[in-house]
């Protein structure tokens, strides 16, 4: 069994994560009055109720102490805020760059795309889809394309005649033959 000194030694070899996120992170102040535990907004509260209790007791000394100890804290909060707005424009900065090259590719593709189809030289291999004028068509060159509500309807073919009836062979007993 190892002992506790060996223990102790070991937890101090592993570095702690320095920085990080104070803003929310659990700290534990050692005041004149006793141990206050919490994130640096909680501790700060504590410490200037301690403050203005210590105010209305008349304990100058002490009043001073607590309103020390809170400043302290929220310095430490401010400082931490500001490096988690500075993160957060930088991070805004890389967005809006990242954004404008997608949209120079993005638009850099389209006049690809345009070029490609203006300098495509017409297919005459194929004939022309459309009709020409001896085909019927009363000078309606629009370049659409027919739709099916554009095209004549077609005569509605005739209902069908209904099926003979089926003999009826519910009974087993009783055959077709043996029925007439």
Known sequence: MRSSKSRSRNKNRTPRP?????????FESSGPDGKVRGTPQQIIEKYNQLHRDAQLSGDRVNAENFAQHAEHYTRLLAEA????DQRREELEAQ???RQAERDKE????VQ????????????MDRPDPRPSDDEGDQGNDSGLVETPEEKPQQRA??????RKPRPDNRDSNTTPEAAE
């Open 18 to 26: 320095s920085g990080g996120n104070i803003i929310n992170r659990v």
């Open 81 to 84: 805020q500001r490096e988690v």
């Open 95 to 97: 967005n809006r760059e």
């Open 106 to 109: 993005r638009q850099d593709r």
């Open 112 to 123: 690809a795309q345009e070029t490609a189809s203006n300098t495509q030289p017409p297919v």
């Open 157 to 162: 073919r005739k209902p069908r005649a209904p």
